[in-house]
């Protein structure tokens, strides 16, 4: 599939999305968030993909935001609607089915944070700038910020982030649990690759019933969340993989699980 915005590429099964609108700072304009939504969707039912890494094109940004140009007309009906599609896109991402690694190798600043939030697992170069500043545009984050933010980093950073629309680096976004590694930028795609490589060699069938269990902490209290989690034990149990991995254990080799 040929993109506008997008480049998508696959390979020993991390497909890599790279949000391409360098000039404006891969801002995310309507064109990009449906673009998005096609590639998110192929991917998912993509066997050759069994990772996915995003990140930005050029060499100052991972997304500087929604397309601030794309505001201006909203009110209060489209601006909710605005708002609901892009959480609905994030979500999209975030229940893939298949991890998605946010390679954060500039500013990830609003929407572009956000973004970042979504994706299951965060790596930043030590280039990285964060912040939402939507409140100096006099709206608030819209793609899910105010509610992904206050679980990943607690309700008092992530209300000091929103009110004060202040950008972070990468070494205080590392501080706050908002990035789990960061890295000298010139290693930062060799280092997420490494990572969604060893990823991509596990069983698939596990990967993807350890993302679900771990999305459930999100609706579940722990006795609910903890039957969800005793259920896909069981479906793991009944994989193939599951034999292979214990008994290449057993046998002191390395498993192989089948990929599709
Ligand atoms: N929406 C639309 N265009 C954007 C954008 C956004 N969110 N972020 C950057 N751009 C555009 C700029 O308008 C500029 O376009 P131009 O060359 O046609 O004028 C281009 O990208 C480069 O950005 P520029 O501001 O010149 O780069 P900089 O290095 O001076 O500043 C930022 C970088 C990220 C600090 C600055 O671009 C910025 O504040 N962007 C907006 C961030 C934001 O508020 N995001 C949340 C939106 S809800």
Known sequence: MAYQTLLVETKERIATVTINRPEKLNALNAQAKAELRQAFDAIAVDPSAGVVVITGGGEKAFVAGTDIGELTALTRASGEEFSAGGQKLFDRIERLGKPVIAAINGYALGGGCELALACHIRIASEKARFGQPELNLGIIPGYGGTQRLVRLIGRGRATEMILSGAQIDAA?????????K????????????QLAGAIASMSEVAVRLALQAILATEEATLSAGEAIEA????????SEDFREGTRAFLEKRKPVFTHR
């Open 172 to 180: 205080e976004a590392l501080r706050i649990g908002l990035v789990n």
């Open 182 to 193: 960061v890295f000298p930028h010139a290693e930062l795609m060799s280092r997420v690759m």
């Open 231 to 238: 259920k896909l034990f069981g479906e793991c149990c009944a």
